[in-house]
């Protein structure tokens, strides 16, 4: 468009910081990490109040089982959306699949002849410390993250390429209906002359897209949001 590109500059960032694309996985670990201490903690539990025999090598098949279709059901509705401060929800619905994983997990079981195998005490214990783990991690997890973000460790730095101030404050608008704080709104550019140069809800004017090209290469500019 203007001219060719020269050397990529090294990022100007001062500090580390992540994408929000990562938090999609700091979620599931959360999750596998809360689901392997519900466990630890319903075995320590049941050898100290209940003493009977188990199959541990069973019981933790199981549990793995159990735990692996919490995470299908929770990936495939984009359960993880959550993480990134979009909804009310704070774990309610993920206990409703963690819930609905148990249940599916004992109907395979009781499918393959193997419920006698099993302690329903040691089951008991496992699901009732995976509900609370789940519901208290959650609700830790995610005021870590609008930690994280707002002194922005993780995040997305967010240009708004439009036409005029008009369109970049409905594009403002609709951020704030959608709450995507993830999104930091760094500034609005256009090339063309008419453009209006006055920030818009705090949000300066930055320049063309030479301008966007030189944050981008300084490390300074994730994503562009056409409005045109």
């Given at each position: 468009?203007?001219?060719?590109?020269?050397?990529?500059?090294?990022s100007?960032?001062?500090?580390?910081?992540?994408?929000?694309?990562?938090?999609?996985?700091?979620?599931?670990?959360?999750?596998?990490?809360?689901?392997?201490?519900?466990?630890?903690?319903?075995?320590?539990?049941?050898d100290?109040?209940?003493?009977?025999?188990?199959?541990?090598?069973?019981?933790?098949?199981?549990?793995?089982?159990?735990?692996?279709?919490?995470?299908?059901?929770?990936?495939?509705?984009?359960?993880?959306?959550?993480?990134?401060?979009?909804?009310?929800?704070?774990?309610?619905?993920?206990?409703?699949?963690?819930?609905?994983?148990?249940?599916?997990?004992?109907?395979?079981?009781?499918?393959?002849?193997?419920?006698?195998?099993?302690?329903?005490?040691?089951?008991?214990?496992?699901?009732?410390?995976?509900i609370?783990?789940?519901?208290?991690?959650?609700?830790?997890?995610?005021?870590?993250?609008?930690?994280?973000m707002?002194?922005?460790?993780?995040?997305?730095?967010?240009?708004?390429?439009?036409?005029?101030?008009?369109?970049?404050?409905?594009?403002?608008?609709?951020?704030?209906?959608?709450?995507?704080?993830?999104l930091?709104?760094?500034?609005?550019?256009?090339?063309?002359?008419?453009?209006?140069?006055n920030?818009?809800?705090d949000?300066k004017?930055?320049?063309?897209?030479?301008?966007?090209?030189n944050?981008?290469?300084?490390?300074?500019?994730?994503?562009?949001?056409?409005?045109?």
């Amino acid at each position: 468009m203007h001219g060719q590109l020269g050397g990529m500059p090294k990022s100007s960032s001062s500090h580390i910081r992540f994408t929000s694309n990562v938090l999609r996985s700091l979620g599931i670990v959360n999750d596998i990490v809360c689901l392997a201490l519900a466990y630890l903690l319903a075995s320590t539990v049941y050898d100290l109040t209940t003493g009977y025999y188990y199959d541990k090598r069973l019981h933790w098949t199981g549990a793995v089982i159990l735990g692996v279709n919490y995470l299908l059901i929770k990936v495939s509705r984009d359960g993880y959306t959550m993480f990134r401060g979009q909804g009310e929800d704070v774990g309610n619905s993920s206990l409703a699949d963690f819930l609905l994983a148990s249940g599916l997990t004992a109907l395979v079981i009781l499918q393959l002849g193997m419920m006698r195998e099993f302690s329903r005490g040691m089951g008991v214990y496992f699901i009732a410390f995976g509900i609370v783990l789940l519901f208290i991690s959650h609700i830790a997890f995610r005021r870590l993250i609008w930690l994280l973000m707002d002194r922005g460790i993780v995040g997305q730095r967010v240009a708004i390429y439009a036409s005029d101030t008009k369109i970049v404050s409905r594009v403002l608008q609709m951020l704030e209906i959608e709450r995507l704080p993830h999104l930091r709104i760094i500034g609005y550019a256009d090339d063309r002359n008419r453009t209006e140069k006055n920030p818009v809800n705090d949000i300066k004017y930055l320049g063309g897209f030479d301008a966007l090209l030189n944050l981008a290469q300084a490390g300074q500019l994730d994503q562009v949001i056409l409005a045109l």
